[in-house]
């Protein structure tokens, strides 16, 4: 005795209904979780520079600056937190970039630095910072520009420049492919 199988029409149809119920349920799903606020949580600036501060030897200072010029400018933000920047050292630092601007002696997060040098390197433009005392080995820092701001890796005499070159260009990559700062 032959045992009755559905037709293979049918067999296909049930399949197709089942797997277009399973994508519509997947889709309602997505769409719950976009409505629900599965988001990414902000940028926590402070809590962000503190840890970097906090876990590399050779960077003294981290800060981000409010960007001249931006529609939309970062909050001042320094690790250690509490650190004085002027305006006047806001407009020097962004003039910096610029190598017909004389930026002078920039007095930030209390220190004196002035510009020694340009860099490009790949796609970072960094200017490298001096202490005008502070020959080699001396205390410096890295300032690089994002979206919204300016950030600024300070290290002391003694802290290896290279790695806080480092530092600065893969914490910028950070700041403004994950942070969109």
Not at 80 to 88: F, H, K, M, R, Y
Request: with cysteine; hydrophobic share 40%; net charge negative.
């Amino acid at each position: 005795m032959q045992s009755a199988s559905p037709a293979p029409d049918a067999s296909a149809a049930a399949a197709s209904a089942g797997a277009s119920a399973s994508e519509e349920l997947l889709a309602s799903q997505l769409d719950e979780q976009a409505a629900l606020g599965d988001a990414e949580e902000p940028f926590d600036a402070q809590a962000t520079l503190d840890d970097v501060q906090s876990r590399n030897p050779h960077c003294a200072v981290v800060a981000l600056l409010p960007r001249e010029g931006c529609e939309e400018p970062l909050t001042l933000t320094t690790s250690p937190p509490g650190l004085e920047v002027a305006d006047g050292a806001i407009a020097q630092l962004s003039a910096a970039f610029f190598s017909g601007e004389d930026a002078g002696t920039i007095k930030v997060c209390g220190r004196e630095l002035r510009v020694v040098e340009r860099i490009e390197d790949g796609f970072h433009f960094l200017v490298a910072l001096k202490a005008p005392d502070g020959g080699e080995g001396g205390a410096g820092g890295y300032a690089e520009c994002t979206q919204r701001g300016v950030l600024l890796v300070l290290y002391d005499a003694g802290m290896d420049a290279r790695i806080a070159q480092k530092l600065s260009t893969g914490l910028h990559e950070y700041l403004v492919e994950e942070c969109s700062v």
